[in-house]
């Protein structure tokens, strides 16, 4: 009540090894702090009078190792738990939590640690981590993610719809048109420090943070040179931003092609009895503004923003 220069301490339980790794507030008396019981299980408590008392949330059970290290709401209502391998949802402010499908584990990269989560919206946002390395993206509220492959990360920040920066086991990567390309801006001090957290206050003045007790902050966005590392080497999509004909190509031959408008609608979807390399999509027809696209392969499902202009 006095801004921080006094504090108190809250137990929630003394009946079981208890360890917190992640907590948010969407207002004054409502939030959810999480992380795992008994060292393995997960475990999520909600309060809603300002921490005076906590309650159990209903989470999913699984016999893996389970600890909540990033909760966010992007709404009151709407939330995302990070675990290893699981991005857990909720859609009633963390009274019950439920997976969505990040298809780490089907795919057999439970060791994925999701570490980080930034949402623009419920349903669009990102989650990153590391060991089986992920960058996921959702526009569907986690019905779906793509997998962009940039790296191993344990931090991400948008200062802005458009700029956004990825840091993480000695890279940083930052983008300017809000993920559809990402570039390499890693420095000397960013290569020998073992960085952890970041936030930004602006689309250039930052700070990050991490082992030893570093401390570092940019003022020009981070940028002393550039190398573009934009995600699956075999997909090209181009021009983007598009102002008529789009040229989809993959090396693993696609079997479907959607395109959906930012509020989710269908816009265009196309099925290949016999899987294609490349696919010539005309957008000229369509209104200006940011569309997704699903590409469905023989190996893989990919997720990508494109822009079109006139």
Known sequence: MDGGSNWSIQF???INEINLSSVCFTDANNGCVGGSENISSGIIFKTTDGGLSWNISNTPSSVFDINYKRIVFP?????????????????????N??????FLFANGNMFSILEDAFFFSPDTGYIVGWYNGFTGYTYNGGASW???SLGQWFSIDFPSQQTGYIVGWGNLV?????????????????????????????????????ETGVIIKTTNGGTTGIKNIYSHEGLLIFPNPVKSELLVKNSDKI????????????IFQKVYGTPVSEFKLDMSDSPRGIYFLEINSEKNIYF???VHQK
């Open 75 to 95: 709404t009151p209502d709407t939330g995302y738990a990070l675990t290893r391998g699981f991005c857990m949802k909720t859609i009633d402010a963390g009274d």
């Open 255 to 266: 079997n479907k092609l959607t395109v959906h408008d930012v509020l989710g609608k269908l």
């Open 97 to 102: 939590w439920a997976l969505t499908d990040t």
């Open 304 to 306: 990508r923003k494109l």
């Open 12 to 14: 929630l339980t003394n």
């Open 146 to 148: 793509s997998d962009d």
């Open 174 to 210: 930052k983008t300017v048109d809000g993920g559809t390309s990402w570039n390499n801006i890693t420095t000397s001090l960013i290569q020998n420090n073992s960085l952890y957290s970041m936030d930004f206050t602006d689309d250039n003045t930052g700070y990050a943070c991490g």
